[in-house]
Every structure is written in structure tokens, then in C-alpha cells.
């Protein structure tokens, strides 16, 4: 059984398409976090949640919202996609502060955009 | 600002070889310190983790890393590496003393071959 899912695993679309990728967990954590993967430049924080009414944005949010319907589900969502949002994107989940922050990822969703 | 540094975009070995895989950073404040491991395919793993205790930190599939204050160095290793080590490798920081984000290196390609 995983403990975070992606869905969709793959997902292609095309300029201007609203895309909406979704998150769930059964860890029962209280935070959870979007990030994109690029080659060579690591992952990337778009959004994070610290529970359902705190929602913070990333280092490169701009093109992307969140929605965060219950403590176990986050969604991320391009409102109109562009070429250069093609990525692997990955969710994860952690514990509050005083457990240093380790985090557990689900097994992602690669996004085309052409 | 925390950073991380990862040396070396790919490092190739041969099966029983030494794995050296580099990772420095920088913080303004003690550090928590991870390394993630990415097969092909799946999300990241966690494979190990410094959280102030002991320095030398052992973690799973026999890998092992040293936190050295002095070098801001927190490099992976393995004492002979295993066709099945072949992954990507990344290294994390967050600050201690409550949340903060994951900062994430770029990442190393580790090949190994026969």
C-alpha cells in the first residue's frame, strides 16, 4: 500500500490547458508540499501546506495554484500550461516541526506540455 | 540562505568499487542533513539522515555518510557498490530548531558497471 499517491502518473496536454494533478496520503501527516523535478537542477519547491488553512507559496509558484481539500489531499493545478512547465512533478508529506523535517515523497507525475 | 552542493553530475564506478558522492552546504544555523536516493521510475527514498547526534550516520543498503562541521561537508558512502546502487542521488538541508523547507541539491547520476 503506498502511503503518498499520484495521480496521474503521466499526463500529456497542450498549450494553454488547464492540467490538475492530485495528492494523497495515508501517513496522517499534517504538512504537505509540490515540487517539480528538472535534469540537472534538482527538485524545486512550487507550494507547501502547513495543515488546511495554511498554504504558502514555494520558490517558483508563478503558473501554478493549490488547493488543499482535507489533511490528506493537496492538488496542484496549471491554470493554463506552457511548454516550459514539462516536468516531473512530485508530492510529499512530513510530521510538524521537531522531527526534522524528513519528508516522504509519492512516486510522481510526468507532465508533457506541447 | 541555505544552499547545497552537490560535486560531479555523474560519477561512474565499477561493481565492488568505493562510492564517494559529494555534498556541501551552507547554513546560517545547524543543519539537519539528508540524502534521498531516486531509482528509475519512483519517487525519492530516504536513505539516511543527520540530526545532531552522532556525525557518522549509517543508512540503508549500506550506505553511510560523515557530517564534518569544519569541511560544511556531508559526503555519501558505500565501501563496494552493487549493480543495484545504480540511481540518482540527492542531498538535502533544512535548518534546525523548527520548520523550514527541504533545500535540495542538484542531484548525482551514480552508473554502475561490471
Known amino acids: 500500500d503506498a502511503d503518498v499517491t499520484q495521480t496521474p502518473r503521466n499526463r500529456i496536454t497542450k498549450t494553454g490547458k488547464r492540467i490538475m494533478l492530485e495528492c494523497s496520503q495515508t501517513?496522517?501527516?499534517?504538512?504537505m508540499y509540490w515540487y517539480r523535478q528538472d535534469p540537472g537542477l534538482g527538485l524545486r519547491l512550487i507550494y507547501y501546506s502547513f495543515d488546511v488553512k495554511d498554504i504558502n507559496k514555494g520558490e517558483i509558484s508563478d503558473g501554478y495554484s493549490v488547493s488543499r481539500q482535507a489533511q490528506a489531499k493537496f492538488s496542484l493545478s496549471l491554470e493554463s500550461a506552457i511548454p516550459n512547465q514539462t516536468a516531473l512533478y512530485f508530492c510529499?508529506?512530513?510530521?510538524?516541526?521537531?522531527?526534522?523535517?524528513?519528508?516522504?515523497f509519492g512516486p510522481g507525475t510526468r507532465l508533457t506540455v506541447l | 540562505a541555505q544552499s547545497v552542493t552537490q560535486l560531479g553530475s555523474h560519477v561512474s564506478v565499477s561493481e565492488g568499487a568505493l562510492v564517494l558522492l559529494r555534498c556541501n552546504y551552507s547554513?546560517?544555523?545547524?543543519?539537519?542533513l539528508f540524502w534521498y536516493v531516486q531509482y528509475p521510475n519512483q519517487g525519492l527514498q530516504l536513505l539516511l539522515k543527520?540530526?545532531?547526534?552522532?556525525?557518522l550516520v549509517k543508512g540503508i543498503n549500506g550506505f553511510e555518510a560523515e557530517f564534518k562541521k569544519s569541511e560544511t561537508s556531508f559526503h555519501l558512502t558505500k565501501p563496494s557498490a552493487h549493480m543495484s546502487d545504480a540511481a540518482e542521488y540527492f542531498c538535502?538541508?533544512?535548518?534546525?530548531?523548527?520548520?523550514?523547507?527541504?533545500?535540495f541539491g542538484a542531484g548525482t547520476r551514480l552508473a554502475v558497471h561490471p
Open positions: 538535502a538541508v533544512s535548518p534546525s530548531g523548527g520548520y523550514n523547507k527541504l533545500i
Open positions: 510529499a508529506t512530513s510530521r510538524p516541526s521537531g522531527t526534522y523535517n524528513e519528508q516522504f
Open positions: 501517513k496522517g501527516h499534517d504538512r
Open positions: 543527520y540530526t545532531s547526534a552522532a556525525t
Open positions: 547554513s546560517s544555523v545547524p543543519p539537519y
